[in-house]
């Protein structure tokens, strides 16, 4: 009993101090700069106007600069744009229903499950749902009419629209500059992984490189709209792809532990210490050899060299990556196994649960229930929003203190602007360092924007009122998350991932088949495995941050799919080549193959090596197949519980 206890004290310490630990990142000065006066600039106007009110209702509208992160221009303008519209929906709505709390209570719930789906369903970072919920609670709570519906609607998208301009603003300055920056890392990876081919640290490194690759493929994919199509992109696009071969023919050697050729990883290198400079006039190409190799690696790499130095700059409709349409990601999140739906109902949920529970409570201004409660499930996993519920009472305590201490002396105009632009923008700083600091600024900035008109009278009345609805709606969140799917995750793993590796089975079956009976359904095949390998890796990211937690279960499923995704990158640069036809004797051994390993992870049966068959020209591919098998043999092992797992159960 007394080592349970233990356990259970040394896993609680171990959460709080991961809870409250600062990160050491650079601190985004620029960003919050600008984040001070999309939301300051609106009330000084308001003030200079003689309608402060005003100000602060158009000041809501600057919260929409805080969905901006460093993404490509083609992305952020539409991402800002809408944040600005959904804002001033939720303004608007709030209040139309300010005199319908039941009516409310529902709208809240849906505007905070809807946002948690788009968010959810696109992958974008930042705060989700929490600005449409505390602009909604707002305008829900102080409005004077809901008459004045389209006034606060309008006045938060102006506001909105001032984020949306110093957002763009250096557009013209430096176009694609997100874009060469991503594509300069994925080559200083790729020269990292051919240096290391050979080693032991080939494996390690590969993974680094794999996920430079995605990060530039998400970033050019994003970058792509009608008004940003330029000679730049293109040439940074097809970089892009010739990347991917380059990858592809390293991995070959790689797996062999074969070394690679001194000029391919010279050319690497060279490539990525240029390609920020390539989009200059004043760029200078170095002179590189120009005699045959016979080296397909080095070939790959001179390629991507003439690309870089404009010889090869053609306009062709391969040089667009295609992304999926809104109607695609949606349907693809919209069923009844999706995390996303099932955290964007759970989110709507609680969030109706709080807003009733805030119009019961005989407290003025109850609506920081349901503003804490949706705080706290902002987290992406159970873990963190555990962390966020420490976070944010803590924090919120130390910003309502100084929230009312300003309040207090009923500050002018032109000061609570000042102090506006004062908080959003240590906001933006401090939350790179810790939601908890961030708080501080969070919420004595929303305290400002909410009651900056309204008397405070009682100081200790007004702070305490305001910390008991923080620490209600944070347990609510908190309780809600840990009551509703506690380990939903965990339980979808084995049939996700049983289903990626059927439909890579199908897709891999379809590519060597002489008897496909439609060949325009490989395109169908690649789009269905690449929607499984999406969903297990959000599936698998949410069930790491689950409690109890089950590290090394989770560290090799972790490589099952990692071993997955490469097989995926494989079959989809084979499906680009001639390839030989398997017999139908090999087609069945695959098809058993495949489905022994799915029925192995799926019903966590002990699995036994298979014969792989051959497959002629695609070494590496057989290579990964082994590797996948290996993974999976190693991740239905019979798990061994630790003795601190034991007291945690």
């Not at 409310?104 to 930042?126: D, E, K, N, R, S």
């Not at 963190?384 to 924090?395: D, E, H, K, W």
């Not at 840990?482 to 793993?493: D, N, Q």
């Not at 969903?535 to 972790?558: F, I, S, W, Y």
């Amino acid at each position: 009993m007394k080592r349970n206890r233990t356990a259970k004290n040394t896993e609680f310490r171990k959460l709080l101090k991961q809870a409250f630990a600062l990160n050491q990142r650079p601190l985004p000065w620029a960003k919050a700069l600008a984040a001070g006066i999309s939301s300051g600039l609106p009330v000084l106007i308001g003030v200079l106007l003689g309608q402060f009110h005003y100000g602060l209702i158009a000041s809501l509208g600057g919260l929409a600069f805080l969905y901006m992160f460093n993404e490509p221009y083609a992305l952020r303008s539409k991402k800002i744009f809408f944040a600005a519209l959904g804002l001033s929906l939720s303004a608007g709505l709030g209040v139309l229903l300010s005199e319908q709390p039941f009516l409310a209570a529902a709208a809240v719930g849906a505007i905070g499950a809807l946002a948690v789906f788009i968010f959810g369903a696109y992958q974008f970072t930042g705060p989700s749902a929490l600005f449409f919920v505390l602009v909604f609670l707002i305008n829900n709570h102080t409005a004077e009419s809901p008459a004045l519906f389209f006034l606060h609607a309008v006045l938060v998208f102006l506001g909105g629209m001032l984020s949306w301009l110093l957002a763009m603003w250096a557009y013209p300055f430096k176009p694609h500059g997100t874009e060469s920056k991503a594509v300069k890392q994925e080559y200083i990876a790729l020269t990292t992984l051919a240096e290391s081919a050979g080693s032991a640290e080939f494996y390690e490194v590969r993974q680094h490189a794999w996920s430079a690759l995605k990060s530039a493929e998400t970033d050019l994919g994003n970058a792509t709209a009608k008004w940003t199509r330029s000679n730049r992109l293109v040439q940074l696009t097809s970089l892009h792809l010739q990347a991917k071969t380059i990858y592809a023919e390293i991995i070959k050697r790689g797996d062999r532990f074969s070394p690679v050729a001194k000029e391919a990883a010279d050319n690497l290198q060279l490539i990525a210490s240029s390609v920020e400079a390539s989009g200059k006039k004043s760029f200078a190409a170095a002179p590189r050899m120009q005699t045959e190799t016979g080296d397909a690696l080095t070939e790959s790499t001179r390629k991507a060299y003439d690309i870089l130095t404009g010889q090869r700059e053609k306009r062709t409709r391969d040089t667009e990556l295609k992304t999926q349409p809104f109607k695609t990601i949606f349907a693809d999140a919209f069923n009844k196994h999706s995390m996303v739906f099932f955290a964007a109902i759970r989110f709507g949920v609680v969030l109706v649960f709080a807003a009733l529970v805030a119009h019961f409570l005989p407290i003025d201004l109850s609506y920081w229930v349901t503003l804490s409660a949706a705080a706290v499930m902002s987290g992406a996993t159970i873990l963190s929003t555990f962390n966020r519920s420490l976070q944010r009472s803590v924090g919120t305590i130390v910003g309502i203190v100084i929230a009312a201490i300003i309040l207090s002396f009923e500050p002018d105009g032109l000061y609570v602007a000042f102090m506006i632009f004062t908080f959003t923008a240590l906001t933006e700083l401090a939350i790179v360092l810790n939601y908890a600091v961030a708080a501080f600024f969070i919420t004595p900035n929303a305290l400002m924007l909410a009651e900056s008109t309204s008397q405070i009278g009682d100081l200790s009345y007004f702070a305490s009122a305001r910390i008991v609805d923080v620490l209600i709606g944070s347990a609510i969140g908190l309780l809600g998350v840990l009551m509703i799917g506690r380990r939903h995750a965990s339980s979808l793993i084995p049939q996700l991932a049983a289903k990626t590796l059927r439909s890579q089975q199908r897709f891999m079956s379809l590519l060597f088949s002489a008897y496909s009976p439609d060949i325009e359904a490989e395109p169908i095949e690649l789009k269905k495995m690449h929607t499984n390998l999406t969903n297990l890796k959000l599936v698998l990211d949410t069930a790491r941050g689950e409690l109890p937690q089950r590290t090394e279960n989770l560290a090799h499923l972790q490589q099952v799919f990692l071993a997955a995704e490469q097989l995926g990158f494989l079959l989809e640069n084979a499906a680009q080549k001639d390839r030989l036809a398997l017999s139908p004797a090999q087609l069945g051994q695959l098809y058993l193959f495949f489905e022994m390993m799915a029925n192995a992870i799926e019903g966590n049966w002990p699995f036994a090596e298979h014969v792989i068959p051959e497959i002629p020209g695609f070494p590496e591919v057989e290579q990964e197949l082994a590797a996948l098998q290996e993974t999976i043999r190693m991740s239905t092992r019979e798990p061994k519980l630790t003795e601190q797992d034991e007291a945690l159960e």
